[in-house]
């Protein structure tokens, strides 16, 4: 399938949130989307991707270059092989961040917030809705968000979702790394992933300390 990437605001395939947070810059949702040509109140970007152009391969960490502790920087063109469906969505997606994590950095995992998913449930069927990102964000006692909007199932959010948003890999401005930056925060001990169906999966992704 041919998506859009974007790492903010509206009928985009990525996007994102943190406020609050000890590494990454605080943005809120009503000021950071931008478009093709200029920052502006609407949705952004100006590069396309889709899945037979990635040029990331199944390179990852080994027990060796983990044995002193995370690494510095992500390693390039990092992309784990999708491990097979549990049948939860929800173990899914925070497996596969795990394994971004581990897999590509060294990174200790995050551990499942259960108790925050029916609320980042309902909280991403209600952004769904108004087809706004982050537009409930904070409902659900959240520090940072990444957002997968409208993708064609949950199959393609682990896999594909997931990957571009730690494709975006380490730097600045975190508009343009937000998602990786939160994915691989050490300021976040957990996360939440909900999701809706409405005429596509909306699924967003919810950190915490």
Request: glycine content about 6%.
């Amino acid at each position: 399938m041919s998506t859009r990437f974007v790492v903010v605001i509206i009928a985009s395939t990525l996007l994102l949130i943190a406020c609050d947070t000890v590494t990454e810059e605080a943005i809120d949702s009503d000021d950071t989307e931008t478009d093709d040509t200029e920052t502006s109140d609407t949705e952004t970007t100006d590069t396309e991707t889709d899945d037979s152009d990635t040029d990331t391969t199944d390179t990852q960490t080994t027990p060796t270059q983990c044995a002193s502790g995370p690494l510095a920087d992500p390693i390039p063109n990092c992309a784990p092989t999708v491990r097979p469906s549990t049948g939860d969505f929800g173990q899914d997606c925070v497996d596969r961040i795990n394994q971004f994590r581990w897999d590509c950095q060294c990174l200790p995992p995050l551990a499942r917030w259960t108790e925050a998913e029916s609320c980042t449930a309902q909280q991403s069927a209600d952004d769904q809705a108004t087809g706004i990102a982050h537009d409930h964000f904070g409902a659900c006692g959240e520090n940072a968000q990444n957002t997968c909007p409208n993708w064609g199932g949950d199959a393609q959010i682990i896999d594909s979702c997931l990957q571009m948003m730690w494709d975006e890999g380490p730097g600045e401005p975190f508009a343009d790394h937000g998602h990786y930056i939160n994915m691989s925060s050490t300021s976040y001990s957990k996360v939440a992933c909900g999701r809706a169906n409405n005429g596509g999966v909306w699924s967003n992704q919810n950190f915490k300390p």
